[in-house]
């Protein structure tokens, strides 16, 4: 890790970038872009959705970098940004659930399942990655967020404060109260799989 | 420590936060209750299994839209004014929110104002005869647009003229009949 030494921190790029470096924007993208994926995707369940939020993030970062002040990590506000999106597409898709219900017989399939082929794929022979994905999308709203900011971010519980604009105490309140009822919910995935064999 | 409150200390104890009275009081909870054990095993596993889940990736083509994104926004023409506005900020506020925030208050004095009139201007008091005549015969003007061709009356009504006049008068002519109470208010010696 010697090139560390060397490496624009976060906060530097986006400072050269406020000053016209396009080259920073650049590398901000490629820092950015897979991390914010994966919570995104984590957060909607769905692939095509996670990667237009993603995209809104990007150009959001692009349209507004003078609103970025050195106050708060750069991480901190991109993952803020793409929060508020993604809660936004939730909200509209909620909407759009309704209507769509109201108009449509009962044989309709409920939408956004997850669409990778691979996503039945074993993690460590614990669960498979729809068992996941499915109990994550059963959390509500703020104990999803802190869950994946925490276990699959791995973001430290200061920066998912600051993210989620709630104090300290109510993070790690939710986190563990989203942590208890993931395991409610595979535990029955458990007793089903263990049924089955 | 009971079930409720080793479970609500399950992460501050995988986390390694608790006092160590409190990591012992966790322990000698868990190693007599199987409920909570199994509890505390289950999260163990799951967090373990979140770190290891797969990680979702942008496709090959994401820079490549992101960039034709990009360009067809740097082609629309930006406004010289919203160009002046972008990144500062007015009084603390993102400018839409300024210049909102200003508009409401304008729209609050504007309304106010009309609301109460100006009692400081002599000229505009209504026992000045000659603004009140101004003021108070205006309306007539509308009346003749609603009856054209006839006659009516603009002068101030007397005594005798307000005996004389029918209870239809009295309906076509209110302003007269106010006009009348005013001029009595002022001489009240008649």
Redesign the interface.
Same mark, same amino acid.
């Given at each position: 890790m010697a090139n560390n030494k060397f490496r624009y921190t976060d906060e530097e790029l986006i400072y050269r970038f406020?000053k016209g470096d396009e080259h920073a924007y650049l590398e901000l993208?490629n820092r950015y872009?897979?991390k914010l994926? /994966?919570f995104v @995707?984590?957060f909607v369940g769905s692939?095509e959705d996670?990667?237009d939020i993603?995209?809104d993030t #990007?150009?959001k970062l @692009?349209?507004h %970098?003078? =609103?970025y002040r050195n106050i708060a990590k750069f991480s901190t506000w991109i993952y803020t940004i793409a929060s508020n999106l993604a809660k936004t597409e939730l909200r509209k898709r909620k909407r759009h659930k309704v209507s769509i219900l109201s108009q449509m017989g009962t044989e309709d399939k409920d939408f956004d399942l997850p669409s &990778?082929e691979?996503?039945d794929?074993f993690? &460590?022979g614990? =669960?498979n990655?729809s068992e *996941?994905q499915n109990a994550i999308q059963s959390l509500p709203l703020h104990f999803r967020t802190a869950?994946i900011l925490r276990?699959?971010q791995?973001l430290s519980y200061d920066e998912i404060s600051n993210i989620l604009d709630v104090p300290l105490g109510t993070v790690?309140s939710r *986190? /563990?109260r989203a942590? $208890?009822q $993931?395991?409610e919910e #595979? %535990?029955h995935v458990k007793e089903t799989r263990r049924k089955s064999i | 420590m009971d079930c409720y409150e080793c479970q609500d200390y399950i992460s501050a104890y995988i986390e390694k936060e608790l006092s160590l009275s409190k990591i012992n009081e966790f322990d000698n909870h868990i190693s007599g209750c199987s409920v909570c054990e199994d509890i505390y095993n289950s999260v163990v596993e799951i967090i373990g299994s979140l770190k290891n889940a797969r990680k979702f990736v942008v496709s090959k083509n994401f820079n490549t839209e992101l960039q034709a994104r990009l360009k067809q926004l740097s082609e629309q023409p930006v406004r010289r004014f919203s160009r002046y506005f972008e990144g500062r900020r007015i009084f603390g506020f993102e400018p839409k929110y300024a210049f909102a925030s200003v508009a409401v208050a304008i729209a609050i004095v504007v309304l106010t104002l009309s609301l109460f009139p100006d009692t400081s201007n002599p000229s505009f008091s209504p026992l000045n005869p000659s603004t009140a005549s101004q003021e108070f015969i205006r309306p007539m003007d509308t009346l003749r647009s609603m009856y054209p061709g006839e006659e009516l009356k603009t002068t101030l009504a007397s005594e005798s003229d307000k005996d004389s006049m029918t209870s239809q008068d009295k309906i076509s002519h209110p302003k007269l009949d106010f006009q009348d109470k005013i001029q009595l208010v002022k001489d009240p010696g008649k």
């Open positions: 406020q993208v872009r897979d994926m /994966n @995707y984590r692939v996670a990667e993603v995209q #990007l150009v @692009y349209t %970098k003078h =609103f &990778e691979s996503t794929e993690v &460590e614990r =669960f990655e *996941i869950v276990d699959i791995e790690k *986190i /563990n942590r $208890l $993931l395991q #595979l %535990k | -």
